[in-house]
Nanobody, 119 residues
């Protein structure tokens, strides 16, 4: 059973930075994509960023492009989300997800980690 465990959330002030981590119980190489999603208060879950198996191709939602960076470390079986210049609109529960090879969607999800941006 694949398990994804997020960490690194917390409460910060606008303009601060945080780095989220997601440790995978299996090999990252068995997934075509790893991604980060978030769900803000009263909002639907939304895509934030993803990265392909090789770690070369990554995509971002418009609102975080230029501020957030997704990366992967296969030796540590971990993906990261470096979040800079945080603002209150980034407040959400952030989820890590994995899409297996051959799958059309993300099938494995972490439990989420809370990020709160408040002055």
């Amino acid at each position: 059973q694949v398990q994804l465990v997020e960490s690194g959330g917390g409460t910060v002030r606008p303009g601060d930075s945080l780095r989220l981590a997601c440790e995978v119980s299996g090999s990252i190489a068995s997934f075509s994509f790893m991604g980060w999603f978030r769900q803000g208060p009263g909002k639907d879950r939304e895509f934030v960023a993803d990265i392909n198996k090789s770690g070369i191709v990554s995509t971002y939602t418009t609102s975080v492009s230029g501020r957030f960076t997704i990366s992967s470390d296969h030796t540590k079986r971990t993906i990261y989300l470096q979040m800079n210049k945080l603002n209150p609109e980034d407040t959400a529960v952030y989820f890590c997800a994995a899409r297996p090879d051959g799958a059309f969607d993300y099938e494995y999800w972490g439990q989420g980690t809370q990020v709160t941006v408040s002055s």
